[in-house]
């Protein structure tokens, strides 16, 4: 061989063993892979590399759910890449662009523009997995075009497509957590690099004699986390759907949460994206838009723009109004502080004046006199203005601190935003009443799942988490994530309290549609007002929620959804969201194969008493028959002025209902019989007779025989005098002793 052939073999040989050494033939980074290496000031770094280190890359640990379901894990792929300036001649690079583009799915075009650069190092296509990496090895050999190479690299696999994105976050090409999970716990992840030191030979078989010294890669250790994949899956399909339904604009949040330890057992955002393709917009709408934007710096910044809102996760980033919702922190603090009793009384003329402005109900024709307790059922809101003005300002301030909404929750997640709260100068006497009922200030989802979990776990405020544990690639266990509880909030007492209103929300208010037989649930609904986004002083969007939680008499879960912004459908927490958690607790409830447990109460259907007034007494007949209502008419008129029970109510089916046409006439009064002693059918036959309506309290102690109640208390008392169609509250509990009539 001539002498120059023989020095520019051994050139092109020392170009490729650096190629390689850098490229990361025995393990290196593909982030060095990025680097222009070519570029004159990276010479100096890459000779070091070169005659020092060789790096070995660890694999990154597994992400499982709590049962140990995997949802993300690594595993080996290779990035195609071309060296230009060492391509034989044109005719070579003819067939690369032939046989690449074919065996690779890439444009000849794109492949010819890579191949016509002045460069070593051009990336044609990434992520290639081992069958089709091996195809390419072969059409390397079979054709002897050395300038392609297969740079080993590593891919994430998210398991289920569309599937917890908002929380696992995924990893950029680098393999770098840059989102959700992926990112907070890119530490424990991503493992130690390994190295060669040494006279490293750069095609990765030993050198006889040479000195190197090998320390090898620590794989990363993996996250266990709290979440539950079926509850999960169950959470993703209800809020799809209702996004669906009813046009949700900004997105729909849920969140099931265990409210003793704080583990989050689902955690969703809808739309949301797949983590396997998480630099791709997948809102439809979105990605029209896009295309119209032939600019490329504006087509780069909508298009981030659009990817960063579809990656944010709501249910710790977005601080939105709660509504109604957090009357029952309200609540919580009043009776903890003892400015009201369970028995307080208030009076809601449908608004209440604050200053120089008014609040209003959300019902019109105002709740009339209403005590503490269906204050909280009716989600009555100059009712919550007056609590929260006894309250007063510092002690409200106190319990808002306490429940934590003046702090992070702490939730192991990336970016968890902060509660937007009034300044002290600010917050008037006005500011507190609207606050009192969940408006004028803003609170993250988590924020207040953990402040009610706060509530009906018997006071104390925990601090939820979702990783449960991470463990080594043997599985043993490097650390657990304990239950931390911050302090006890408020006594078990006020939580009972208020975890029996929340039960009778479900039962005989605005959570109905959550209502199953059996089954008891509690919960509060949320229809606030976006008061930062109105139309020419008109409030035109809303955030529709429910929080429940279940079983009342010892909560164990606690559910949120929120739907930001839906379109379609009468706009109301208690027709749109409340469906949808009742419906993701059926599907909970099956899913961990929990028996209902029926008690006599359940056998009767409730409805939502309608508004008669102002319609003529035929029609007014017409709409109770159809409601399975029966009637009763005072005064002769043709006009109905007024009813009783009020409209909103509910009672059981077949009550009666008193249209009055005339309020001169006398109107005849019931005396109300005494019930306390008799079983509950007895007392409602009893009641019937007369003309009068009950309403049933829910039992604290059952016995063992559950098809017999009796009556152990009543509302109003024996002898009172009240006008027909007024509702009798029955309170009982079940006797063992089957004799009882
Ligand atoms: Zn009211």
């Known amino acids: 061989m001539h002498k120059n052939n023989i020095y520019k073999a051994k050139k092109r040989l020392n170009f490729i063993m650096a190629l390689i050494l850098i490229l990361g033939f025995g393990g290196i980074t593909v982030r060095l892979a990025y680097i222009p290496i070519f570029k004159p000031e990276y010479k100096t770094m890459v000779k070091k590399q070169y005659m020092k280190v060789t790096r070995i890359k660890p694999q990154r640990g597994m992400i499982y759910d709590r049962n140990m379901n995997v949802l993300a894990k690594s595993a080996s792929v290779w990035n195609v890449v071309v060296s230009p300036k060492t391509f034989k001649d044109e005719k070579q690079k003819e067939v690369a662009v032939e046989g690449l583009s074919s065996l690779l799915d890439v444009e000849k075009k794109k492949i010819a523009t890579s191949l016509k650069k002045s460069s070593y190092y051009e990336v044609i296509k990434r992520s290639v997995e081992k069958p089709l990496a091996d195809k390419v090895r072969e059409f390397k050999r079979e054709n002897g075009i050395w300038s392609i190479y297969l740079v080993p690299s ?46 490293t030979n750069a095609w990765g078989t030993d050198m006889p004699n040479s000195t190197q010294k090998v320390y090898d890669a620590k794989n990363g250790n993996s996250l266990v986390l709290t979440i539950d994949a079926s509850i999960q899956e169950i959470v993703e399909k209800h809020l799809k759907d209702a996004v669906k339904e009813h046009s949700v604009e900004n997105r729909a949040v849920g969140i099931v949460m265990d409210v003793h330890n704080g583990e989050i057992l689902a955690m969703a955002t809808k739309p949301d994206y797949d983590p396997n393709e998480p630099f791709k917009v997948f809102d439809e709408t979105k990605k029209a838009e896009l295309e119209k934007i032939t600019d490329q710096t504006e087509h780069a910044q909508t298009e981030l723009k659009f990817l960063q809102e579809q990656w944010r996760n709501k249910a710790v980033s977005d601080p939105y109004e709660p509504g109604s919702v957090f009357k029952i922190i309200t609540a919580a603090g009043a009776l903890a502080e003892g400015v009201i009793k369970e028995d307080s009384d208030f009076y809601c003329p449908g608004y209440i004046t604050v200053g120089d402005r008014s609040i ?45 909404f003046k702090e992070l929750t702490g939730i192991d997640l990336p970016g968890e935003a902060p509660c937007i709260f009034h300044s002290p100068e600010n917050f008037s006497d006005h500011t507190l009443a609207v606050s009192s009922m969940g408006q004028t200030f803003k609170t993250t989802p988590i924020q207040l799942i953990t ?29 657990s994530n304990e239950t931390v509880v911050k302090r006890q909030v408020i006594s078990k007492k006020v939580a009972q309290i208020i975890a029996d209103g929340c039960e009778k929300v479900v039962s005989e208010a605005g959570g109905r549609q959550a209502y199953r037989k059996g089954q008891k649930r509690g919960g509060k609904t949320g229809t606030a007002e976006q008061l930062d986004k109105q139309v020419h002083g008109e409030v035109v969007n809303y955030t529709l929620s429910f929080l429940a939680f279940a079983p009342t008499d010892n909560p164990q879960i606690a559910v949120l959804v929120l739907l930001d912004t839906p379109r379609i459908g009468q706009l109301w927490g208690s027709v749109i969201a409340v469906p949808v958690v009742g419906r993701i607790l059926d599907d909970i409830y099956q899913y961990v194969n929990i028996e209902p447990t029926y008690v006599t109460s359940d056998s009767v259907k409730s409805v939502c008493l309608p508004n008669l007034e102002g319609k003529t007494v035929d029609e007014a007949k017409e709409i109770l028959r159809e409601s399975n209502l029966r009637y009763n008419i005072s005064g002769e008129k043709e006009t109905v002025l007024g009813q009783l029970p009020a409209a909103g109510f509910y009672v059981p089916e077949k009550s009666i209902v008193t249209l009055y046409t005339d309020f001169d006439e006398d109107v005849s009064s019931v005396e109300v019989p005494d019930l306390v002693g008799k079983s509950l059918e007895s007392a409602k036959n009893k009641l019937n007779e007369m003309g009068l309506n009950y309403m049933q309290q829910d039992s604290k102690s059952e016995g063992s025989n559950k098809e017999h109640a009796i009556i152990t208390k009543q509302t109003p008392e024996a002898d009172t005098k009240v006008k027909p169609g007024s509702i009798i509250k029955l309170e009982f509990v079940y006797s063992s002793d089957t004799r009882i009539n």
């Open 360 to 404: 209003n109900c959300w019902r019109p024709e105002g709740h009339g006199h209403i005590n503490f307790e269906d204050a909280l059922i009716h989600s009555c809101n100059p009712a919550f203005a007056t609590i929260g003005l006894k309250l007063g300002q510092e002690n409200f301030i106190k319990y808002f601190k306490a429940f934590g």
């Open 451 to 479: 402040a009610v979990s706060a509530v009906v776990n018997g006071g104390k405020l925990v601090k939820p988490h979702i990783v449960k544990q991470i463990i080594d690639e043997d599985h043993n266990v490097i650390s």
């Open 154 to 199: 590593e891919k994430r696999y998210y398991l289920r497509k569309d599937f917890l994105a908002n929380v696992l976050g995924f990893v950029g090409n680098d393999g770098e957590g840059l989102e959700g999970l992926e990112r907070y716990y890119e530490q424990d992840l991503k493992g130690f690099d390994g190295k060669v030191i040494g006279d």
